[in-house]
């Protein structure tokens, strides 16, 4: 696939909202927690976003990082002088662990998103024929909106939980053009690479988000099959972290498995095409589409798909027993 010419991105730039001024709103939310150290995304033009190692983004997420490898440092050292090693001890080294390793991933995901907003713009302006994805900004706004607020009430309830317990305690088949065809299944092609490009940009992050959402859903089942005599406000807490942890990863599971069940809407279109359409093309759009379906992946290991959900569930439930059956031995 050609690269645009400078002059014919110039232009297009102004004409074309981009997926590039969509995703700005969020990723700047995500500098206010030292997530995204990158300059230049509220510039509309993508040409002008830079990673740049002395800067002061990078400086804000390396004090973030400094404090988080503190806190992860203070807590071992702890664990490591107890004189009983505990699973609360494990949980809190997790906790601090994947947040240190989540900002380095973006901090590495900042480094790559120019290029890849560049090669993704490109697929926009090539697709701009089939028409811009409608309300795309607004909707990554609202959601970004939606999890953040959720987020701060279960901080904040967690905060008042802690303090509560420390104070009581302590239409196909027309085309008959067989060029029209090859043209169609080369811009699917196009979306597919795009898709190739992020998955692995995002990969090692989708893993991490899976295997701490999954750590943490186990954590809090555990706890709850405990006896506990809580007071009113940490039982609030624990349920409604609990039922935010829950549909958090549902969410990002849907959301993601959605890449893999939009590649494969082209199927039965292309199936249902009549005998005296069908052609050498048509087949090879069939092959790509059923060989390589589109899908993130969590670094190769697993790809994204509404089938994972249940594979998670019941992995839960194995782990969970295990869990149990662990606290029964100690």
Same mark, same amino acid.
């Given at each position: 696939m050609?690269?645009?010419s400078?002059?014919?991105?110039?232009?297009?730039?102004?004409?074309?909202?981009?997926?590039? %001024?969509?995703?700005?709103?969020?990723l700047?939310?995500?500098?206010?927690?030292a997530?995204?150290?990158?300059?230049g995304?509220?510039?509309?033009?993508?040409?002008l976003?830079r990673?740049?190692?002395?800067?002061?983004?990078?400086?804000?997420?390396?004090?973030?990082?400094?404090?988080?490898? $503190?806190?992860?440092?203070?807590?071992?050292?702890? &664990?490591?002088?107890?004189?009983r090693?505990?699973?609360?001890?494990?949980? =809190?080294?997790? $906790?601090?662990?994947?947040?240190?390793?989540?900002t380095?991933?973006?901090?590495? /995901?900042?480094?790559?998103?120019?290029?890849?907003?560049?090669?993704w713009?490109?697929?926009?302006?090539?697709?701009?024929?089939?028409?811009?994805?409608?309300?795309?900004?607004?909707?990554?706004?609202?959601?970004?909106?939606?999890?953040?607020?959720?987020?701060?009430?279960?901080?904040?309830?967690? /905060?008042?939980s802690?303090? =509560? !317990?420390?104070?009581? %305690?302590?239409?196909?088949?027309?085309?008959?053009? &067989?060029?029209?065809?090859?043209?169609?299944?080369?811009?699917?092609?196009? &979306?597919?690479?795009?898709?190739? !490009?992020?998955?692995?940009?995002m990969?090692?992050?989708?893993?991490? +988000? $899976?295997?701490?959402?999954?750590?943490?859903?186990?954590?809090?089942?555990?706890?709850?099959?405990?006896?506990?005599?809580?007071?009113?406000? #940490?039982?609030?807490?624990?349920?409604?972290?609990?039922?935010?942890?829950?549909l958090?990863?549902? #969410?990002?599971?849907?959301?993601?498995?959605? &890449?893999?069940?939009t590649?494969?809407?082209? =199927?039965?279109?292309? /199936?249902?095409?009549?005998?005296?359409?069908? !052609?050498?093309?048509?087949?090879?759009?069939?092959?790509?589409?059923?060989?390589?379906?589109?899908?993130?992946?969590?670094?190769g290991? $697993?790809s994204?798909?509404? +089938?994972?959900? /249940?594979?998670?569930?019941?992995?839960?439930?194995t782990?969970?027993?295990?869990?149990?059956?662990? %606290?029964?031995?100690?």
């Amino acid at each position: 696939m050609g690269k645009l010419s400078l002059s014919r991105t110039k232009r297009n730039v102004s004409e074309v909202s981009t997926t590039h %001024e969509c995703f700005a709103a969020s990723l700047m939310i995500g500098q206010c927690f030292a997530m995204f150290p990158l300059k230049g995304l509220l510039k509309s033009d993508f040409r002008l976003l830079r990673f740049r190692w002395f800067s002061w983004n990078i400086i804000y997420t390396a004090a973030y990082l400094t404090g988080v490898l $503190f806190l992860l440092s203070f807590h071992t050292n702890n &664990v490591i002088r107890a004189s009983r090693l505990r699973f609360e001890h494990f949980v =809190t080294f997790v $906790f601090y662990a994947s947040t240190l390793t989540a900002t380095l991933l973006f901090c590495r /995901l900042a480094q790559y998103w120019p290029q890849l907003m560049q090669k993704w713009t490109e697929i926009d302006f090539r697709m701009r024929s089939y028409g811009f994805c409608k309300n795309l900004s607004l909707h990554l706004k609202v959601v970004s909106a939606v999890v953040l607020l959720a987020a701060l009430l279960e901080h904040s309830l967690y /905060l008042a939980s802690a303090i =509560t !317990n420390i104070t009581n %305690e302590k239409g196909w088949d027309k085309v008959k053009d &067989v060029h029209c065809w090859k043209e169609l299944r080369s811009d699917y092609n196009a &979306v597919a690479g795009l898709c190739s !490009n992020v998955d692995n940009a995002m990969s090692g992050i989708i893993l991490l +988000s $899976f295997a701490n959402n999954l750590f943490f859903i186990l954590v809090q089942l555990f706890y709850s099959l405990k006896s506990r005599n809580d007071n009113a406000v #940490s039982r609030v807490y624990f349920l409604y972290s609990f039922a935010f942890l829950l549909l958090r990863t549902i #969410s990002v599971s849907l959301y993601a498995a959605n &890449v893999n069940e939009t590649s494969k809407e082209p =199927t039965p279109l292309l /199936l249902s095409v009549s005998p005296e359409v069908y !052609n050498i093309e048509i087949e090879r759009f069939l092959y790509k589409i059923q060989a390589s379906p589109c899908a993130l992946t969590g670094k190769g290991f $697993f790809s994204i798909t509404k +089938s994972l959900v /249940l594979s998670v569930a019941g992995a839960i439930v194995t782990y969970e027993l295990v869990l149990i059956q662990f %606290e029964s031995a100690a």
